[in-house]
């Protein structure tokens, strides 16, 4: 797919910045990371503004409530918005990256009208229940039970590393429907929900990380009732729902993150030369291996992001590549930060540590590196499945 910009391409880039050199400035104080209503408060009124001025869902369907853009303009977007320092996803993220545009692609049309708007607008935020005590990434050994009682599913069961639930409205839930029999693949029998977080049933407590976040919690699901028409496609069929899921978590969500990293990496070069580590030829020649390293993966985020366009909007196997490849230069780039800080590198107020201790996240968020070598072993290399 061709990804050079036409010459309308050129003059959405220039308004994009114009607007975002008048609105940035306007913009309050970030809340500290641990006050999560004040974090859900500054997310959506980012989202707000994007969504008044038109780039709110720039990528997404028309039919879905987004503008129906091409790659170029959506990977423009991306370049522009961090270059300018504009507000990440934050709460939002699991709303916009992979929850909303998994129900774009696979919910029915009332459920699209229902969840998209809001989603868009900023108005509601979602959080992810798939990881669970002893299953972790392997989703399929899920042990959530979930009973058909009329017109609703009966809910019991634990989630933990619950995205954003704290401040979600709505939780993209993974369920047993089927129990999981002698002869029947234990990914059989999986269901997709959409569960509304005040419903009566649902406890949330939050997880510390090592980096002092409370970004993950745990969930505790006590006979919650979920409606049967919060289903997204056909009960026992969420293995293939949830791999629409994990294609836009793993191909799309973390493109803009890229541009943020090869944003750092310069701060990160002008910092060594200033405080003279620049002098030690191992932090210039990691500093040099990281810079092909992310523009690489910028080039392998075009392939991608022109690929789904090109296949009907949802990634494809390359997410696994780009996954894997970028959780790991992420880790090594607050490495080297690290070289860069010498002993600030122990203080937790220097910037940068705490993205280090966040780094270590990323291998195991969306599927750890071991489930992303299986992929691309199995499905591109088509190597045999091991036992």
Request: proline letters at 6%; aromatic letters at 8%.
């Amino acid at each position: 797919m061709d990804l050079t910009p036409t010459e309308e391409e050129r003059e959405f880039r220039a308004r994009l910045r114009e607007w975002l050199a008048k609105v940035l400035p306007e913009l309050p104080a970030k809340p500290s990371p641990d006050d999560w209503p004040g974090r859900r408060a500054y997310d959506a009124g980012w989202q707000r503004r994007l969504y008044d001025a038109g780039y709110a869902g720039l990528h997404w369907p028309v039919d879905a409530g987004g503008q129906g853009a091409g790659p170029t303009r959506h990977l423009i977007f991306l370049e522009e918005t961090e270059r300018a320092g504009a507000p990440y996803v934050g709460a939002n993220f699991v709303g916009l990256l992979h929850a909303g545009p998994t129900i774009a692609a696979e919910g029915t049309a009332a459920q699209r009208a229902r969840w998209l708007p809001p989603v868009l607008r900023g108005d509601e935020v979602w959080c992810q229940g798939f990881s669970e005590p002893g299953a972790g990434s392997d989703l399929a050994a899920l042990r959530t039970r979930a009973v058909r009682d009329g017109d609703e599913y009966v809910v019991t069961g634990s989630k933990i590393w619950t995205s954003h639930a704290e401040v979600a409205d709505w939780c993209e839930l993974l369920v047993r429907t089927t129990p999981v029999g002698p002869d029947t693949p234990k990914h059989r029998g999986i269901t997709w929900l959409a569960m509304p977080m005040d419903a009566p049933g649902v406890t949330v407590r939050p997880l510390r990380t090592l980096a002092g976040s409370t970004e993950f919690a745990e969930m505790f699901l006590d006979e919650v009732r979920v409606p049967v028409g919060n289903r997204v496609g056909a009960e026992d069929d969420g293995w293939r729902v949830t791999m629409v899921t994990l294609s836009f978590e793993r191909g799309t969500a973390f493109v803009g993150e890229v541009v943020a990293c090869r944003r750092t990496l310069g701060d990160l070069a002008r910092t060594a030369k200033a405080n003279g580590r620049w002098d030690d030829p191992v932090v210039r020649r990691a500093l040099g291996r990281l810079h092909g390293e992310f523009g690489a993966l910028w080039r392998l985020t075009q392939w991608n992001v022109g690929e789904s366009e090109r296949s009907g909007g949802v990634p494809g196997i390359g997410g696994s590549v780009f996954k894997l490849a970028y959780s790991h230069a992420r880790q090594e780039l607050y490495d080297v930060a690290a070289q860069v800080l010498g002993a600030g590198s122990l203080v937790l107020d220097e910037e940068w540590v705490l993205d280090r201790l966040s780094s270590l996240s990323y291998t195991i968020a969306a599927g750890t590196s071991q489930i992303q070598r299986n992929i691309v072993a199995e499905r591109i290399l088509g190597l045999p499945k091991g036992r």
